[in-house]
């Protein structure tokens, strides 16, 4: 059995549809491989999971264009309210593909 580190981490998500933003909290573990290398496992609740970054949907309206904030950076500044309604036409037409 090889020695592990496991370290906690809270990722920030963003959807860029509908501006949900919300937090998910993960042990991150460190150990060698054996063979001079490292292995990185995520936990969640407990339970093995996949990456932070892997299979993201947003759960209020289930679409896949989701922004990642990885651990330690800080948040993008908010939109102002006067450019809502030309966000919410971009989104459309990144929807649409045509943008």
């Known amino acids: 059995m090889h020695d592990s580190m496991i370290s906690p981490e809270t990722w ?3 959807c860029l549809a509908c501006l949900l933003e919300w937090h998910v909290e993960f042990e991150v573990g460190h ?3 054996g063979h001079g ?3 990185v496992y995520y936990r969640r ?3 093995r999971c996949t990456s932070p ?3 993201l949907y947003c759960p209020s309206c289930g679409t896949y264009d ?9 948040r993008s500044q908010a939109v ?3 450019r809502h309604a030309e966000l919410e036409m971009i989104f459309k037409c990144r929807r649409l593909h045509a943008y």
Not at 66 to 74: A, D, S, Y
Request: proline share 19%; charged share 25%; with cysteine.
């Open 66 to 74: 989701v922004k990642i904030l990885p651990p330690g950076r800080p």
């Open 37 to 39: 290398g490292e292995v």
């Open 80 to 82: 102002p309210p006067h």
């Open 31 to 33: 150990c060698a491989d």
């Open 12 to 14: 920030t998500y963003e």
């Open 53 to 55: 970054w892997a299979e």
């Open 45 to 47: 609740d407990g339970h």
